[in-house]
T-cell receptor
Framework: ETGVTQTPRHLVMGMTNKKSLKCEQHLGHNAMYWYKQSAKKPLELMFVYSLEERVENNSVPSRFSPECPNSSHLFLHLHTLQPEDSALYLC???????????????FGNGTRLTVT | QKEVEQDPGPLSVPEGAIVSLNCTYSNSAFQYFMWYRQYSRKGPELLMYTYSSGNKEDGRFTAQVDKSSKYISLFIRDSQPSDSATYLCAMSDPAGNTPLVFGKGTRLSVIA
């Protein structure tokens, strides 16, 4: 399997549930990202990991908790979410954390999250 | 003023038309300019990029940057139904080592 794989593809959860999103990259990249994509809004960077260390946390609420156990895997743990957190959550990887054209982002197909 | 402005559309054109997609930006430090294409139910994929000013052509696609106007464009010639997707512009300031800043994306439909 190649590229960036995200599971599950769809997730419906109540506001009191705890769930996790999983991302795996098979590209040998050193940096991994979580983005949030909402309708009519730009992609929002949530977290950046470089060589398994968090290098950026874009003022994301604590109800979102990332975990990067190794350079190939990234998780987003969710708890006590709000309906406005419903969105497409995209995982991406790049060779380095700089996001230049020489190190472009490779995205997974996302997890469509609905919070009821 | 938002850092990157992009008309979300939707834009609907007949097959074979020339499509022009545009973004404006406010940060004069941006040097890298990219276009990502996102098909329905898929993640974005890098389509083209340019560095600083000028044009870049790749098949039916041409990316243009006008730094004096802070304006970038993506042209699609002889558009095909397979070009139907959302196109996102993205840009960054390499000196500041800042993350990519994305536009909202323009949804394009090419009608056969």
């Amino acid at each position: 399997e190649t590229g960036v794989t995200q599971t599950p593809r769809h997730l419906v959860m109540g506001m009191t549930n705890k769930k996790s999103l999983k991302c795996e990259q098979h590209l040998g990249h050193n940096a991994m990202y979580w983005y949030k994509q909402s309708a009519k809004k730009p992609l929002e960077l949530m977290f950046v990991y470089s060589l398994e260390e968090r290098v950026e946390n874009n003022s994301v609420p604590s109800r979102f908790s990332p975990e990067c156990p190794n350079s190939s895997h990234l998780f987003l743990h969710l708890h006590t979410l709000q309906p406005e957190d419903s969105a497409l959550y995209l995982c991406a990887s790049s060779q380095e954390a700089g996001q230049s054209p020489n190190s472009p982002l490779h995205f997974g197909n996302g997890t469509r999250l609905t919070v009821t | 003023q938002k850092e990157v402005e992009q008309d979300p559309g939707p834009l609907s054109v007949p097959e074979g038309a020339i499509v022009s997609l545009n973004c404006t930006y406010s940060n004069s430090a941006f040097q890298y300019f990219m276009w990502y294409r996102q098909y329905s139910r898929k993640g974005p994929e890098l389509l083209m990029y340019t560095y600083s000013s000028g044009n870049k052509e790749d098949g039916r696609f041409t990316a243009q940057v006008d730094k004096s106007s802070k304006y970038i464009s993506l042209f699609i010639r002889d558009s095909q139904p397979s070009d139907s997707a959302t196109y996102l512009c993205a840009m960054s300031d390499p000196a500041g080592n800042t993350p990519l800043v994305f536009g909202k994306g323009t949804r394009l439909s090419v009608i056969a």
